[in-house]
């Protein structure tokens, strides 16, 4: 009941910024958090960031502190993402998702919905 689409990925140079969105539709009403996840080739879907859906609480994931921001607009019930610094190993499908249960979701089975993915290439 939760449609989520992400947009903004693209082909960047090592050093440059990119900023995906991802705007929510649906049942919203009751979102804890949304979260942005990536996955490269052959890996697993890991974390990138976090924020609470009441008072904007963030979390980061290690690799990405200090060069990524997340950040939410309410009334548009959308989630940014906005990467500086972008480094080649951070090529991967960022996937955009909600979760109705949990505020420090940071699992993929903590979330409930999740967009179809926007392809982030950084080459050196």
């Known amino acids: 009941q939760v449609q989520l689409v992400e947009s903004g990925g693209g082909v960047v140079q090592a050093g440059d910024s990119l900023r995906l969105s991802c705007a929510a539709s649906?049942?919203?009403?009751?979102?804890?958090?949304m979260g942005w996840f990536r996955q490269a080739p052959g890996k697993e879907r890991v974390f990138v960031a976090h924020?609470?859906?009441?008072?904007?609480?963030?979390y980061y994931a290690d690799s990405v502190k200090g060069r990524f921001t997340i950040s939410r607009d309410n009334a548009k019930n959308t989630v940014y993402l906005q990467m500086n610094s972008l480094k080649p190993e951070d090529t991967a499908v960022y996937y955009c998702?909600?979760?109705?249960?949990?505020?420090?979701?940071?699992?993929?089975?903590?979330?409930?919905?999740w967009g179809q993915g926007t392809q982030v290439t950084v080459s050196s």
């Open positions: 924020i609470t859906w009441n008072v904007g609480a963030t």
């Open positions: 998702a909600l979760s109705k249960t949990i505020y420090a979701a940071t699992r993929p089975t903590d979330f409930d919905s």
């Open positions: 649906g049942r919203t009403l009751s979102t804890k958090t």
